[in-house]
């Protein structure tokens, strides 16, 4: 068995994650539920953080909050000093609603509206990471209607193919992301950034894609950075004060996978920024990188309880839970892959294949496929599915009106309620019925 940073069997067989009873907490905030290790959380952060200052005389750490974005993670992350990177307007909300200085978060996003800019702007946070031209009348618009100024970065789009999903890929040529920098709208971009009242021009940036293994595209990734600092500083006279390398560090999700310590990315973006930039006689900037993914993913786990299985002669054995696409969408959406442990059952041996259905009318709605579990899995039974911090909450949906479940934390053998579940009266309160239906 492959357990995460916190995770233990105790002397009844169960799974335990940082000293608390799987079993226990399944019965006590009932099923679906996602759990968060908070040790293993602030563990990620400070790993991250030693890792920045001990290879940037000044860098950052912005948590990537669409990964998971709740006012009790957001207050953990920013009690362990990273900034925090939103990307809409209700991400923005709830880190200001949680407290978090302005200056501490900065705004993305490819289709931003008036709206979110507004709030961007009022709030004076950090920076608002531009990403098209509209987008910079918009700023201005708002700026000038607010007599306010907002430092402005340039999403660039480089044309960098990574090793990941499609989906997931987000500096090729043809996406929807960002400045493209080989047909000159990235420069485009600064000029008329720089020649504005309002924006300041502040950095750039680039996020390539997610759940990488390889440390190549980052090298590419700061060359293109330094040839463009240099392309601006000539063309423009201007000097970009920061380089945000976005987030994409890969994270275990089967056995299959092998990430890097997180330290060896940076080291490589490091070594190859310094070299970079003095060879172009450029003045290294402040250097920030957005993980999500690394930050939250593997300190999540979602539990389940079995209510019945189905075997499907000489095909395969259908096991299924409480959930399904509505708390985990990523194995219907991206084929991804998950370890499951029955937690009620460790010590048995994990050897009869099963496939872990969700409850939603669809095929493809599934947990994860062909997965070793006991020979005694039966109804009533707890799942524990790993890896399901990142992009499992934050993208759970009402779809045939299931609830959207709970999320505590766990801590020492203690838990807490972080998110409570949806109830259906939550789930009809925006319903309403026209008079002349009644
Ligand atoms: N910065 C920017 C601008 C991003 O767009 C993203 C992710 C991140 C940082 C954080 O990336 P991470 O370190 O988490 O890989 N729903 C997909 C992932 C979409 C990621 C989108 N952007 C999934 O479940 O795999």
Redesign the pocket.
Same mark, same amino acid.
């Given at each position: 068995m492959n357990l995460h940073y916190g995770m233990d069997i105790n002397e009844k067989g169960h799974l335990t994650i940082s000293g608390c009873d799987t079993v226990d907490l399944a019965r006590q905030y009932g099923t679906p539920l996602y759990v968060i290790d908070e040790d293993f959380l602030r563990l990620n952060c400070r790993k991250f953080k030693s890792a920045m200052e001990k290879y940037f005389k000044n860098g950052r750490v912005m948590y990537?909050s669409?990964?998971l974005n709740t006012k009790a993670i957001l207050k953990i992350v920013d009690s362990e000093g990273l900034g925090i990177?939103t990307?809409s307007g209700g991400e923005l909300y709830t880190a200001l609603e949680t407290g978090i200085s302005p200056k501490k978060l900065e705004l @993305?996003g490819n289709s931003k509206t008036k709206d979110e800019i507004e709030m961007a702007v009022k709030n004076d946070i950090y920076c608002i990471i531009a990403d098209g031209f509209d987008e910079l009348t918009m700023i201005e618009e708002v700026c000038q209607e607010l007599s306010k100024p907002i430092n402005v970065s340039i999403r660039l789009r480089p044309n960098i193919d990574v090793h990941a999903?499609h989906?997931?890929q987000?500096a090729k040529m043809d996406c929807k992301f960002g400045f493209g920098v080989i047909d000159g709208q990235a420069i485009k971009a600064a000029e008329i950034i720089n020649n504005s009242k309002w924006m300041n021009l502040h950095g750039i @940036?680039c @996020?390539i894609g997610?759940?990488i293994f390889s440390e190549d595209p980052f090298k590419e990734l700061c060359r293109h950075f330094v040839d463009f600092a240099c392309d601006v500083r000539e063309k423009l006279g201007a000097v970009i004060k920061e380089f945000n390398c976005?987030?994409?560090?890969g994270v275990r999700y089967t056995e299959a996978d092998e990430p890097k310590q997180f330290e060896a990315f940076i080291k490589l973006i490091s070594e190859s920024l310094t070299t970079l930039c003095s060879e172009r006689d450029y003045p290294l900037p402040l250097v920030s990188i957005?993980?999500? *993914?690394?930050i939250i993913g593997e300190t999540g786990t979602t539990l389940y309880t079995v209510n019945g299985m189905k075997e499907i002669t000489d095909i395969r054995t259908y096991c299924m839970c409480d959930g399904g696409m509505f708390e985990n969408v *990523?194995t219907a959406l991206?084929d991804?892959k998950y370890t499951a442990y029955c937690a009620s059952k460790m010590n048995e041996k994990h050897d009869r294949f099963v496939s872990i259905a969700g409850k939603c009318c669809e095929s493809g709605d599934m947990i994860t496929w062909d997965t070793p579990m006991p020979h005694s899995l039966a109804r009533g039974d707890i799942l524990a599915v790993l890896t399901t911090g990142?992009?499992n909450y934050s993208?759970a949906s009402n779809y045939n009106r299931n609830t959207v479940p709970a999320l505590i934390l766990v801590n020492n053998g203690k838990s807490s309620l972080a998110i409570k579940r949806q109830s259906y009266e939550y789930i009809t309160a925006n319903d309403l019925l026209p008079e002349y239906l009644k």
């Open positions: 990537a669409k990964a990177d990307v @993305h999903h989906a997931v987000t @940036h @996020h997610s759940q976005g987030g994409g560090f957005e993980p999500g *993914r690394s *990523r991206y991804a990142a992009y993208m």
